[in-house]
């Protein structure tokens, strides 16, 4: 089976991590259970990117190795690696999200993203698009989950903000929708794991 193919029952509630993974790291198996307990989601789909548009190629190791590291780390039944992305033809995460609630209309999707991503959200493509057509929720991450709270783009959606307590609605609230979780924080990042490795 292409690593690209997923089926998804109707009704299931799916979370959609997406990133380069390169690599995948223990932060992400971290947030993903996070999301699957406080979300109450059926599972989560870890979306390791072809090639992020805001990150350059230069250090980025092939899509075959970065899927190959993720399905490693990930070692849970709910916890579902693909290169999805290749097969929609997708390049922006606004697009990937269109595609798949069109493949699969009776699923519940919900997208996951971390407090430091929130902070940079503006610089994503149609980003505003994207708060309106998906539910969006946001992990703690060091020293940005306050900011992420301030930022403009939480600003902007204020009135669509949930209760952490109320989590367990958000996969199937209408768009805007936007929950910051709570919970243990993990500090790994791909980009302090790469400069460990250079040095």
């Given amino acids: 089976m292409p690593s690209h193919s997923l089926n998804a029952p109707q009704g299931l509630k799916i979370g959609l991590l997406g990133g380069s993974f390169n690599p995948a790291h223990e932060g992400h198996r971290h947030i993903s259970l996070m999301a699957l307990r406080q979300l109450e989601l059926d599972q989560i789909w870890w979306l390791v990117s072809p090639q992020n548009p805001l990150k350059s190629e230069t250090d980025m190791a092939p899509l075959s190795v970065r899927l190959k590291n993720a399905r490693q780390l990930a070692r849970h039944p709910r916890i579902?690696?693909?290169?999805?992305?290749?097969?929609?033809?997708?390049?922006?995460?606004?697009?990937?999200?269109?595609?798949?609630?069109?493949?699969?209309?009776?699923?519940?999707?919900?997208?996951?993203?971390?407090?430091?991503?929130?902070?940079?959200?503006?610089?994503?493509?149609?980003?505003?698009?994207?708060?309106?057509?998906?539910?969006?929720?946001?992990?703690?991450?060091?020293?940005?989950?306050?900011?992420?709270?301030?930022?403009?783009?939480?600003?902007?959606?204020?009135?669509?903000?949930l209760d952490a307590s109320d989590a367990k609605a958000l996969p199937t609230s209408t768009p805007p929708a936007l929950c910051f979780l709570e919970g243990p924080q993990n500090s790994l990042s791909a980009t302090s794991?790469?400069?460990k490795k250079d040095t």
């Fill in 193 to 195: 794991m790469r400069s």
């Fill in 80 to 161: 579902h690696v693909t290169d999805i992305e290749t097969g929609l033809g997708t390049r922006y995460t606004v697009d990937t999200v269109h595609a798949l609630q069109s493949r699969f209309r009776d699923t519940h999707f919900i997208w996951l993203m971390g407090a430091d991503n929130m902070i940079q959200l503006p610089r994503w493509e149609k980003w505003r698009t994207l708060m309106e057509t998906i539910p969006v929720a946001v992990y703690p991450r060091p020293g940005y989950t306050l900011k992420a709270r301030l930022s403009p783009a939480a600003a902007t959606y204020r009135a669509a903000w």
